[in-house]
């Protein structure tokens, strides 16, 4: 069974950072998943927010984030971070990680959570102005 748990969330002041973690199991680092944070605000849409194939190291970091997030894995240790730098107010949503078998990383600019069947539970990130 596929299971991801995020860890990291937490009040933060703006310009502040934090450090996500995504813990997996059930699949290895090798078998051909993406793994992607997503995050989702208060009355807004789910909004893709950076991938990464394992792998191969493979990335992909939005635009709106690719100065300040940067996403990584620790193969060894199953868990894949999302470091978030310089936050802002409009960074605070619930952030989710989740896993899909066969996705490209890159391929989150263009087709979402398309192909993501596994999701955590979320972590709550709230940045304070």
């Known amino acids: 069974e596929v299971q991801l748990v995020e860890s990291g969330g937490g009040l933060v002041q703006a310009g502040g950072s934090l450090r996500l973690s995504c813990v997996y199991s059930?699949?290895?680092?090798?078998?051909?998943?993406?793994i992607g944070w997503f995050r989702q605000a208060p009355g807004k849409e789910r909004e893709g927010v950076a991938c990464?194939?394992?792998?191969?190291?493979?990335?992909y970091v939005a635009d709106s984030v690719k100065d300040r997030f940067t996403i990584s894995s620790v193969n060894a240790k199953n868990t894949v971070y999302l470091q978030m730098d310089g936050l802002k107010p409009e960074d605070t949503a619930d952030y989710y990680c989740?896993?899909?078998?066969?996705?490209?990383?890159?391929?989150?600019?263009?087709?979402?959570?398309?192909?993501?069947?596994?999701w955590g539970k979320g972590t709550l990130v709230t940045v304070n102005s």
């Open positions: 989740a896993a899909g078998l066969g996705v490209t990383a890159v391929a989150m600019g263009v087709i979402g959570d398309y192909g993501m069947d596994h």
């Open positions: 059930g699949f290895a680092f090798d078998d051909g998943y993406a």
């Open positions: 990464i194939n394992p792998h191969d190291g493979t990335t």
